[in-house]
Every structure is written in structure tokens, then in C-alpha cells.
């Protein structure tokens, strides 16, 4: 499926940091936890424009592994939040024919949310329409630095091929993202893809996540199918010129 071309510009995996939900909320005079909620709302759109506009593959950075160190009352009301979410929603993604699948850090996660996560993922292992990837206790240095453990922890020694180090990354099969979202007006990757996204195309929004959805979403990938992507190398203006 992912060696396809989409619809969308020849984007096979759009990423996306989602900020802003605080910001919204705060405009609104609302809780934190308020902000996230719309935010979930946010996901619901974007994920389903995502599927219309035929991109095989979305990710959405949920929660870092800085995280951790917002305040503890806003984390617990996020990790109910994770957990009773995807319980709720596993049935209508079967139906969207969306894969489940997490990246990120097992370690430090709440037990249920673990056993929700890993229910999810086996619930919609057969769907193919789209595969919807959640950064959850994600980090790029963490992602890196477990990969290296791993392969220590095999009994590895000698060399480390490029091949090597992502077979033991959280999802190793997932294709590098082309286009990374960032919403909010923030202008940094924040930790985020830092390996896979070495070659990302990047665009940034004003707009907050709880405001994200399908017209944010086709402007994104616009901008991106009209850019020349040259991995280092020279492109087709230069080469003729």
C-alpha cells in the first residue's frame, strides 16, 4: 500500500504535531483538559480527511516523553483521555478500515493504557485504508537510544548499518514521513521523527489544533506537491541550467 502514489501529492505518510490545545483553551477561559478534548475532535476530521484524500499513512504526536512533566492533574486527565478514546473508537475505525498502531515507549505508561493500546492494535490489524500511527511516550533521542540498547542487548558487536538500527525501531516497517504538520505557529520538530523526518518536507500553521481539519489539511498538502524534494542532491532547474 505504501509504495503507491496518493492522491495527495505523492505524500505517503503526513505527520503531525498537534499543539495548541492549551492556547485554546485558554482563549475560551476553559481548562487545559477542554483544550485536549477539542483536540481529539480535531483528530476525528483530520484523520477521516486524510482517508478521503487517500494518504496512506498519518501519525499524530500525542505525548512526548517531555511530557511527563506537565503538571500531574492535566497528564492523568490526558492518559484517561488516551485510554478511553481508543476504547470507544476502535469499533468505528474497523469500519473506516483505519489501522491502529503506537509508537513510542511502553515504560512509564499506566498498565491499562498499555492493555488499551495493544487491544486497539490487534482490533484493527487487518484494516487497510489507512494506517494511523499515535506518538505516545514518543521521543526521537529515546527512539534512537532504545534501538542501540536493543541491538547491545542481542549481543550485536561490530558495525551498525543504517538497515540495522531502524529494524529495531518502535514500528521498523513505517515509511519515512514526507510532509511534517506543525499547527500553532511553533516553528521546531520538537523531538519528533528526528531520524525518519531527516528529509521531511515541514509546514507551519497559525492555526491551533482543536481548529485543524480537512481545508488546513488539502493547503498543507498543496504546498507540498509544489515543492521540489532533492535528498542532497542537485535539482532539475540546476541540473539544466
Keep these: 500500500?505504501?509504495?503507491?502514489?496518493?492522491a495527495a501529492g505523492g505524500a505517503r505518510h503526513v505527520a503531525i504535531i498537534m499543539d495548541g490545545n492549551g492556547r485554546w483553551a485558554k482563549a475560551r477561559h476553559l481548562p487545559r483538559i477542554m483544550g485536549h478534548h477539542?483536540?481529539?475532535?480535531?483528530?476525528?476530521?483530520?484523520?477521516?480527511?486524510?482517508?478521503?484524500?487517500?494518504?496512506?499513512?498519518?501519525?499524530?504526536?500525542?505525548f512526548s516523553t517531555e511530557n511527563w512533566k506537565r503538571p500531574k492533574a492535566e497528564?492523568?486527565?490526558?492518559?484517561?483521555?488516551?485510554?478511553?478514546?481508543?476504547?470507544?473508537?476502535?469499533?468505528?475505525?474497523?469500519?473506516?478500515?483505519?489501522?491502529?498502531?503506537?509508537?513510542?515507549?511502553?515504560?512509564?505508561?499506566?498498565?491499562?493504557?498499555?492493555?488499551?493500546?495493544?487491544?486497539?492494535?490487534?482490533?484493527?490489524?487487518?484494516?487497510?485504508?489507512?494506517?494511523?500511527?499515535?506518538?505516545?511516550?514518543?521521543?526521537?533521542?529515546?527512539?534512537?537510544?532504545?534501538?542501540?540498547?536493543?541491538?547491545?542487548?542481542?549481543?550485536?558487536?561490530?558495525?551498525?548499518?543504517?538497515?540495522?538500527?531502524?529494524?529495531?525501531?518502535?514500528i521498523p516497517d513505517l515509511p519515512d514521513p514526507d510532509l511534517v504538520i506543525r499547527t500553532s505557529g511553533e516553528h521546531r520538530m520538537s523531538n519528533f521523527w528526528l531520524w525518519e523526518g531527516a528529509y521531511s518536507e515541514l509546514y507551519f500553521t497559525d492555526t491551533l489544533w482543536p481548529d485543524f481539519g480537512r481545508e488546513e489539511l488539502e493547503k498543507a498538502l498543496k504546498i507540498f506537491s509544489g515543492r521540489e524534494r532533492r535528498y542532497g542532491g542537485v535539482g532539475g532547474s540546476e541540473k539544466n541550467g
Design 1 to 6: 500500500m505504501w509504495q503507491e502514489e496518493s
Design 75 to 170: 497528564v492523568l486527565g490526558l492518559m484517561g483521555l488516551f485510554r478511553y478514546y481508543v476504547a470507544m473508537k476502535v469499533k468505528a475505525l474497523c469500519e473506516e478500515g483505519a489501522r491502529l498502531r503506537f509508537a513510542g515507549s511502553r515504560e512509564g505508561l499506566p498498565e491499562d493504557v498499555i492493555r488499551t493500546l495493544e487491544d486497539a492494535e490487534n482490533a484493527t490489524a487487518s484494516c487497510r485504508a489507512i494506517d494511523v500511527v499515535v506518538c505516545l511516550n514518543y521521543g526521537g533521542r529515546r527512539e534512537i537510544l532504545d534501538a542501540v540498547n536493543a541491538l547491545l542487548a542481542s549481543g550485536h558487536s561490530g558495525s551498525v548499518t543504517e538497515e540495522l538500527l531502524r529494524s529495531q525501531f518502535y
Design 38 to 62: 477539542a483536540g481529539v475532535q480535531a483528530v476525528e476530521r483530520t484523520v477521516r480527511a486524510a482517508k478521503d484524500l487517500r494518504v496512506p499513512v498519518i501519525s499524530l504526536y500525542a
